[in-house]
């Protein structure tokens, strides 16, 4: 097992159908202990039978906003599992009402939550948990194409995760000194609650299926995968980077076809 012996922190399991989850799932087969953590009461019933079925009884409250929790988790970690080989910041959240109409209208206070709590939390988790970070250890978060590429309604989102790419480089610099790594998932779009907030997302996963060279989303399963391997030792010279899990849209300029809101065809041509 790749990451038999391994521990980790796993921030941002909403339910069974997060990536978080596909990512502990992924781990947790291959021999990886985990510790979650919840954001309130309500995810607290959600977030502890997940954690059982991966075997582990430690579920922590975490508001990444929350400076009381953070100063705290290293100890809490350090008494239940000793140090950490790794963890996954999968958290953002941005107010529903940023996502909506112009990008041009969006408000100070909705820009400054999108930013604190999907951007800023990535560095004050990563600092929380610095004490009990293994030397070699590894930092994965989670961003979206809507980060370098407009994205129809993504908004304030989509400059937070800019930001966050960005961020994944800096903090890379910052401890590759102490060999630790900090890399960032760009997944395609899948039906998770935080893209319920998302309009028009039945559209947006239609046109993703049809125009990338795979011709089809991806699952939470192939994002699991991609994140055990840079969580692991395999990856040990990767850091910075913004590895996409797509089925290679990024990397189209155009689309072979195009639909409208009902699925029907409005552009379509042989690319070949």
């Not at 978080?20 to 954001?39: K, V």
């Not at 350090?78 to 209208?105: Q, R, S």
């Not at 989509?158 to 960005?166: D, I, M, P, T, Y």
């Not at 559209?203 to 991806?218: D, F, G, W």
């Amino acid at each position: 097992m790749i990451l038999k012996g391994k521990k980790g922190l796993i921030v941002g399991v909403a339910n069974a159908k997060s990536i978080a989850y596909g990512i502990a799932e992924a781990c947790h087969a291959q021999g990886a202990q985990m510790a979650f953590t919840y954001l309130n009461d309500a995810l607290k019933k959600r977030v502890e039978p997940i954690a059982e079925e991966f075997g582990s009884k430690f579920v922590y409250e975490l508001d990444v906003n929350n400076p009381a929790h953070l100063d705290g988790l290293a100890d809490r970690i350090k008494k239940d599992l000793g140090e950490i080989d790794f963890v996954v910041h999968a958290v953002a959240y941005a107010p529903k009402e940023a996502l909506e109409g112009e990008f041009v209208n969006t408000t100070k206070e909705a820009f400054d939550i999108a930013m604190g709590t999907s951007v800023y939390s990535l560095l004050s988790l990563t600092r929380a948990v610095l004490p009990v970070l293994k030397e070699g250890g590894s930092v994965l978060t989670l961003t979206y194409l809507g980060g370098p590429k407009f994205v129809p309604h993504y908004n304030v989102m989509g400059v937070a995760k800019a930001a966050l790419e960005s961020s994944v480089r800096y903090l890379a610099h910052d401890l590759g000194a102490k060999n630790i790594r900090v890399n960032a998932i760009s997944a395609g779009p899948i039906k998770t609650l935080a893209a319920s907030g998302i309009g028009d997302f039945r559209m947006i996963l239609r046109y993703n299926e049809v125009n990338s060279p795979l011709k089809r989303n991806v699952t939470t399963e192939d994002v699991g995968n991609s994140a055990m391997y840079l969580l692991s030792d395999l990856a040990s010279g990767v850091t910075g980077e913004v590895h996409y899990v797509d089925c290679g849209y990024n990397i189209m300029g155009m689309g072979d076809v195009a639909t409208d809101a009902e699925g029907n065809t409005i552009l379509a041509w042989d690319a070949k």
